[in-house]
């Protein structure tokens, strides 16, 4: 009999092709968000489950599947599951490193030149049969050339924006838990600076560290009270490295410039401020989203997951 795997969502042709192959898939009836309940429901007698960065995956859940020994997160983030219980029930969590940085630091980019260049308000423009032709004072907006960006996490993620922001002349500084090997920093052409200083004296300040206790309202009203004015922020990371009310304060009187987001609090639900400001690009959570990541995604997951289920340590063990 093959290991019972269930899987919250479906994933690219190639990899459920592979995954059906291997195991019997348990999936609910319809591709769509699951709750705690439900997710228990479907997976209380499976081996394994593969769950998306959506799902959450708490102690209810892992302590109601007894035969349960892997959880493989489709995603690099593992803030939906309790890892502290899993680990406890001898529950092996994984996730998927690597093979996203390079789409995601593609991401904070992108959001990052849309906001400065106004490129969604463009669009809009553009599409509404307004726009008059060329003006001389149209939708002006900042260059990054020889700005300051702030990046704070610098593990593979945070590294690859850096390396991106050297071909486009900016200054990097970084703040992160550890600072890097001085010959990694000359590398990457970024210098430590403490919180504080990268927050008053940054022109972009881009999240990239993971979402824990220690991270969670990392940008908090104090720290929107010290950023340096007019500064923009992108968030690739996830929404509760910020505080959303300090930050629609600080979008609304101009201490920020702009943002660019693709990750809310509580997403999908957006706050309703978030949607009449026109100085914030906002993104579905796409970080990842390209063809060629989602399938090595789905590569690295099954992976993990047969790792696990032939008593074998996984690639990409967490906590
Ligand atoms: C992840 O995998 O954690 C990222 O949020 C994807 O964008």
Redesign the pocket.
């Known amino acids: 009999m093959p290991p019972r795997i269930f899987l919250s969502r479906s994933l690219p042709d190639t990899i459920m092709a592979r995954l059906a192959d291997t195991f019997e898939l348990v999936q609910a009836a319809q591709d769509i968000q699951l709750s705690g309940p439900e997710i228990l429901a479907l997976a209380a007698d499976c081996d394994g489950m593969i769950t998306m960065?959506s799902d959450p995956i708490d102690r209810a859940v892992l302590a109601g599947c007894p035969k349960l020994k892997v959880v493989a997160?489709?995603?690099?983030?593992?803030n939906n599951i309790d890892l502290d219980y899993a680990r406890s029930a001898g529950i092996t969590v994984t996730?998927?490193p690597d093979v996203?940085t390079e789409?995601?630091a593609d991401?904070a980019f992108a959001l990052m030149l849309a906001v400065a260049r106004r490129t969604v308000e463009g669009d809009k423009l553009v599409r509404s049969g307004r726009w008059t032709g060329w003006a001389p004072t149209q939708l002006l907006g900042s260059e990054i050339l020889a700005r300051r960006l702030g990046i704070i996490g610098m593990g593979r993620i945070g590294q690859a924006v850096a390396r991106r922001a050297q071909g486009f002349g900016m200054d990097i500084v970084y703040h992160n838990r550890n600072q890097l090997d001085p010959t990694l920093e000359t590398t990457l052409s970024a210098r430590y600076a403490s919180l504080d200083e990268l927050l008053a004296s940054s022109d972009f300040i881009s999240l990239h560290c993971p979402l824990t206790d220690a991270t969670r309202e990392l940008l908090d009203k104090a720290a929107f009270d010290r950023i340096k004015h007019g500064a923009y922020l992108i968030n690739?990371?996830?929404g509760e490295v910020v505080d959303q009310d300090a930050m629609l304060a600080a979008l609304s009187d101009g201490r920020l410039t702009g943002a660019g987001l693709?990750?809310y609090t509580g997403e999908p639900a957006l706050h309703p401020r978030l949607l009449e400001l026109e100085n914030v690009v906002l993104a579905p959570?796409?970080?990842?989203?390209t063809y060629d990541t989602r399938n090595r995604?789905g590569e690295v997951v099954l992976d993990n997951v047969a790792a696990v289920l032939a008593g074998r340590t996984p690639p990409n063990p967490v906590g």
Not at 73 to 78: C, H
């Open positions: 960065l997160n489709y995603a690099v983030g593992t996730n998927t996203l789409a995601t991401q690739t990371a996830r693709d990750v959570h796409t970080g990842s989203a995604m």
